[in-house]
Each structure stands twice: as structure tokens, then as C-alpha cells.
């Protein structure tokens, strides 16, 4: 079955760091533009970032650029998301998505909490 | 960034009934804009791209319409399962905008 599946979401403390991670099954990433989108507990879609094929170009939402980071390792087919200085207010399911928004992650959650 | 008003944010409504939601952009974006259904719990399924372009596995009483700042998403003939919250997305030019979501319920 082909799928995007998301990692590394865990509950952090306010001022955190982490990396989530987006790897294909069964299917491969190069190749495509990637996205990431998140959503709060009981609130809608946001779009976070976009990156190119080959890395070369990022886009950020205005609510995330400087903190947030989203990047690419071809050799190993993964999209990451670096997401810094977390706040509880960054508490969400993070989705990554192609480029074409047709495939769907099942989702990782980040939980920002003291 | 491109703004996006998207109503109503529920809707009522009985199987069998035509609902439509709409969004409105803030600019011409064209035909780029998309509709998703969203499940509780699930990740959202792109339903239409391109603003009417139908996607694989839809069932045809979905349809989408309109160009330039108003859009349309209309389902024919309600079932239960299409019972769900729908968002739809302006992609355009980054930064990409989702609407604020419409619930529809029994």
C-alpha cells in the first residue's frame, strides 16, 4: 500500500526542539515536492512548509518562518520538519503531503506541555 | 498571503438534501483551489483540484466550481457517509491558505 508515514512526534517541554521525520512506503519521495500541514486539537488545517524536489527551495507559512525548518535527505527518501522553540500553542497532529495534496500521512502528534 | 473566507462553518442538513459550500479569496487565484474531507481522526482526502477536477475514487455527486476569487464545492444527494468537515485550500502561490473548515451534520 502506497503511504506517507510520519515520526517523531512526542510530548516536549515549552522551548524544545525536535525533528519529525516523513518517509514514503511504497512509494518514493524523490522526485516530488513535499509539504507539511498541521492541526491543533479540535481546530482546522494549517499549511506549514513546502520543499522542492531536490531541496533547493523552502516556503513558509508567515505564522512559522524562522522557527520552523523543513528539509530533505534524497538519499535516504525522507522530508523533514525541524520545529524550534515549541510553544504549547504548536500542540498538533503533523501531516506531510504531496505536493498535489493527494496523498496523506496518518499524522504525528506533538504535544507541548510542562 | 492570500486570505480565504470559507462558509458557512456548519451545516445542517438531511441525506438526500444538495448542500454547497463556498469559499472566497482575497485575489484572483484562478481555478487553484482544492476541496478536502476530513473524517474525526483521520487525514483529510482530496476530493477536487484544479477548482472542478474530480479526483480518482469520488464519487460523482461531488462537484466543484468557480474561477478567479468564488468557489463552490456542491454535493448532490447526501449519504451518510459524507457526513464529515470540509476544508478547501487556496494554492495558488505560497504561503498556501486552508479555509476555517465547515462541519456538516445530520
Known amino acids: 500500500q502506497v503511504q506517507l508515514v510520519e515520526s517523531g512526534g512526542q510530548v516536549v517541554q515549552p522551548g524544545r526542539s525536535l525533528r519529525l521525520s516523513c518517509a514514503g512506503s511504497?512509494?518514493?519521495?524523490?522526485?516530488?515536492?513535499m509539504n507539511w500541514v498541521r492541526q491543533a486539537p479540535g481546530k482546522g488545517l494549517e499549511w506549514l512548509a513546502l520543499i522542492s524536489f531536490d531541496g533547493d527551495i523552502q516556503h513558509y507559512a508567515d505564522s512559522v518562518t524562522g522557527r520552523f525548518t523543513i528539509s530533505r535527505d534524497n538519499s535516504k527518501d525522507t522530508v523533514y520538519l525541524q520545529v524550534n522553540s515549541l510553544t504549547t500553542e504548536d500542540t498538533a497532529t503533523y501531516y506531510c503531503?504531496?505536493?498535489?495534496?493527494?496523498?496523506w500521512g496518518r499524522g504525528t502528534l506533538v504535544i507541548v506541555s510542562s | 498571503a492570500i486570505q480565504v473566507t470559507q462558509s458557512p462553518s456548519s451545516l445542517s442538513a438531511s441525506i438526500g438534501d444538495r448542500v454547497a459550500i463556498t469559499c472566497r479569496a482575497s485575489?484572483?487565484?484562478?481555478?487553484?483551489l482544492a476541496w478536502f474531507q476530513q473524517k474525526s481522526g483521520k487525514a483529510p482526502e482530496l476530493l477536487i483540484s484544479a477548482s472542478s477536477r474530480l479526483q480518482s475514487g469520488v464519487p460523482s455527486r461531488f462537484s466543484g466550481s468557480g474561477s478567479g476569487t468564488q468557489f463552490t464545492l456542491t454535493i448532490d444527494s447526501l449519504q451518510p457517509e459524507d457526513y464529515a468537515t470540509y476544508y478547501c485550500l487556496l494554492n495558488y502561490i505560497e504561503p498556501f491558505t486552508f479555509g476555517q473548515g465547515t462541519r456538516l451534520e445530520i
Open positions: 511504497g512509494m518514493i519521495l524523490r522526485g516530488l515536492h
Open positions: 485575489r484572483n487565484i484562478g481555478t487553484d
Open positions: 503531503t504531496t505536493s498535489t495534496f493527494d496523498k
